[in-house]
């Protein structure tokens, strides 16, 4: 099992309204995905709020992670608009002991499938850490052909990718990831309310939003998806449905931010503009954990 | 006449690999604008790869631009993804003497429409410049809905708005537009092959990509259309057709700095990841210019 290996777990980076990181909090967050035994942190991923912070900011997070893990694989997002930058960010994350990579073609301009794959190629010959690709066109509004996801998979230290749900059935579009890619490259999703139809499917990985703050609940549906429980994974797919709804409508960010602070583990806000949801919607949110408590309460499991 | 109506052109921002613009090769791309008598300066556009640059980067640009203005309104693209950056790109483009700021809604998490709202009137407290609202979906992939619009007009400073062509006619976007903001809101159009049918139409202005690099054609355009000489206009549309054909597919910064380079005005390139189109490509954009002059010959109008 790679580093790309079953649940991977982004926290939110708490901070405060100039973008400076709350290392403290950002250490006990981290703690706590460590402690619910998650198999990687992703730290600065888009519910992370990466591309919001600054070289300074992003290293300092780094920093506090590495500084908070024992035994836990620390996988760093490393997305910038400019190939430049995310050399630097990933020279920095690999000098502040980082253990991989994540990229996303964070793109303003639409980029081509050349243009890339030049800047992916780029980045991985400025490091010497395994990379994730990042492969989520919510966000960055570029899609991975499957030509140049086969191009970019040849790079050596390229050993992963993390999916978008597709349109179709889910294991329809792993069987056919698994036939154009290499037999070790490591296939995983994000979009929590789909994952575990991955794992089930055969997923190599879930990386979860709603994970980085909710480790527990994420961890048993992987466990149950991972061994094949079909009916358990469907009880607590059930359980945890309502929050997938907030998502569905709210991002992973702003329904991450709602649940931390619900929980007492930080008072930090999303980066402006980017604001927590509406009042309505964050009873909604507390309402579908105090469900996700009362299932799990039914259904021991 | 505001600063918002006529033919506003938008030069690329020739920089080294670094980021580092050329503020000398910055300053003889803008006199050429001033001597073909463009209406305004759109510096730090997305043709002028605003995104990409740094604070000091962007300040530095505007102090060339405002030391190589004599009389011509200079508009500046302020966007970023922080609202706290943009508030100190507004101050900083005010105190180096801008004119009027662009704002467009950059997001990388989605952005509602609320907060677009908010983040639009933060900045516009935040400076006593009109602002233009920059709406262009195919960049931030944020759509303004016109309530949007609305309750954004109602903000003094807020003075216009840079539309993207409609799916449907673009005299009916713009009668749509009339009815619901205020009679002195100043409406204009982007995407080149568009925007004579805009003026046409009666918009106010046309915000030109391809005109910071080729005033002169830019500005025929804009006289025919505004003077309603319909035949004129489909003449001098007919001659640019090539050339949007390729900015169309390619876009108009690569296209822009191949023009640049092909007319020896710089030998910049885009920022990377963003690259210069193909030879083949290049092959076609400098027939198409060919072209253009070849249809001025033999129309002289």
Not at 23 to 42: C, F, Q, W, Y
Request: charged share 15%.
């Amino acid at each position: 099992m790679s580093m790309f290996h079953g649940l991977s777990a982004f926290p939110i980076t708490p901070c405060n309204a100039s973008g400076e990181v709350d290392t403290d909090t950002l250490g006990h967050l981290i703690t706590r995905l460590e402690d619910a035994k998650v198999n990687s942190i992703g730290l600065l991923g888009s519910t992370g709020s990466y591309a919001y912070l600054s070289r300074a900011e992003r290293l300092r997070a780094i920093k506090a992670a590495v500084a908070t893990l024992t035994n836990t694989p620390l996988i760093v997002g490393v997305g910038a608009l400019r190939t430049d930058d995310v050399v630097a960010y990933a020279q920095d994350a690999q000098v502040a002991g980082a253990d991989a990579l994540l990229l996303a073609p964070v793109s303003y301009t639409p980029l081509t499938q050349d243009e890339a794959f030049a800047h992916f190629e780029t980045v991985a010959k400025a490091t010497d850490l395994p990379i994730s690709i990042y492969n989520n066109p919510g966000t960055t509004h570029f899609n991975f052909s499957l030509p140049l996801l086969q191009r970019l998979a040849d790079i050596p230290n390229i050993q992963a990718v993390k999916m978008p749900l597709p349109a179709g059935e889910i294991a329809d579009d792993l069987a056919q990831l698994r036939a154009a890619l290499p037999h070790d490259f490591a296939i995983g999703y994000s979009a929590d309310w789909g994952c575990a139809a991955g794992l089930l499917a055969g997923a190599d990985a879930w990386y979860t939003a709603i994970g980085g703050t909710l480790p527990k609940p994420a961890m048993a549906l992987t466990k149950a998806a991972q061994s094949g429980d079909v009916d358990l994974t469907a009880k607590l797919q059930a359980a945890l449905q309502p929050l997938w709804t907030e998502v569905q409508a709210y991002g992973s960010i702003r329904v991450a931010y709602t649940i931390a602070r619900h929980l007492g583990l930080t008072d930090a806000v999303p980066p402006l503009p980017v604001q927590l949801p509406p009042a309505e919607v964050e009873a909604r949110i507390i309402a579908a954990l105090e469900h996700l408590d009362l299932s799990k309460r039914l259904r021991p499991a």
